[in-house]
């Protein structure tokens, strides 16, 4: 089994209707390894409030509806994922965030990347060219 930090822009791609959305195919294989139990994943805390945040925008622009935003994050929480502690990592992610000129956001999941020794999947193309060079970042579909 190969487990991944799962980054957020990954996750509601799972939900988001695929009209909107670039690799969305490619997010979907890859949820299916998760409930086929090929491989886990694991988020910081901040996941939770960057996949619900993502979901409100798209409410909000009319891309989705306010119930299917409800019943994704409903079904995201049952998924189980280990969740750890924004706290624990936010010393190396200011590190990071830096001394690589990116988002303390964005630095929370290499962080934990790092802590954890696996993989940061996103589909945040800019983060992954940015920083895949130096640290286990991969962007969704280059797997």
Not at 10 to 19: D, G, Q, R, S, T
Not at 78 to 91: F, I, K, N
Not at 109 to 137: C, G, H, I
Request: charged share 25%.
């Amino acid at each position: 089994m190969t487990d991944f930090v799962l980054d957020a822009s990954v996750a509601v791609k799972w939900f988001l209707p695929p009209e909107h959305e670039q690799l969305t195919e490619e997010a979907v294989a890859f949820y299916r390894k998760l409930v086929q139990r090929e491989t886990q994943f694991v988020v910081p805390d901040l996941f939770w409030a960057e996949v619900a945040s993502a979901l409100r925008k798209a409410v909000r622009l009319e891309r989705f509806r306010r119930s299917s935003a409800e019943e994704a994050i409903t079904h995201l929480l049952q998924c189980d994922l280990p969740t750890y502690p924004t706290a624990d990592l936010l010393g190396r992610a200011f590190h990071i965030a830096m001394a690589y000129d990116c988002s303390v956001y964005d630095s929370l999941y290499v962080a934990l990347a790092v802590r954890t020794n696996l993989q940061l999947m996103t589909a945040d193309e800019r983060l992954a060219k940015s920083l895949a060079a130096y640290f286990p970042v991969k962007l969704l579909g280059a797997v």
